[in-house]
């Protein structure tokens, strides 16, 4: 018994495309990245506004350390994206007689359901 291929016409490409399934897994994995862009981006706005703040603050603070974290909450009071931390978490020391802030915090986003995710924040200033 001969089995016969069917012809493939030359003069017509072979199809090519999306399957349902593998359109449903690009959406997928896009609806997942927009999530965590959309859940990640105001965390990393506030540890970059932080870092900023502290850097100001060791910079024209004061000499003392009440005076640093005072010059601190008020740059947080007219930042309105510093939640996380406020200037009793500051860490402040003196290295070769410049002022030097630093912090260190967790922040844990709820993604979906009970999945969660951490980002551990760190800065010094400069």
């Known amino acids: ?4 291929r069917p012809r493939r016409n030359p003069s017509r ?3 090519g495309g999306f ?5 449903v897994a690009w959406a997928l994995l896009i609806a997942i990245g927009l999530l965590l862009m959309l859940r ?5 706005n ?3 506004t932080a870092k900023r703040a502290i850097t100001k ?5 004061g000499a003392t ?18 939640t996380s931390i406020t200037g009793k978490d500051l860490v402040i020391t003196k290295q070769n007689d410049k002022v030097v802030v630093s912090f260190a ?15 551990k924040y760190a800065a010094t200033s400069e």
Do not use: W
């Open 19 to 23: 399957t349902l399934v593998g359109l």
């Open 1 to 4: 018994m001969i089995l016969h």
């Open 105 to 119: 915090y967790e922040k844990e986003i709820e993604l979906f359901g009970p999945v969660y995710l951490l980002i």
């Open 57 to 61: 603050a060791a910079q024209s603070g």
């Open 13 to 15: 490409p072979a199809q």
């Open 40 to 44: 990640v981006v105001p965390t990393v």
């Open 65 to 82: 350390v009440a005076e640093v974290r005072a010059a601190f909450d008020r740059t947080r009071q007219i930042e309105y994206s510093i």
């Open 46 to 48: 506030e540890y970059y």
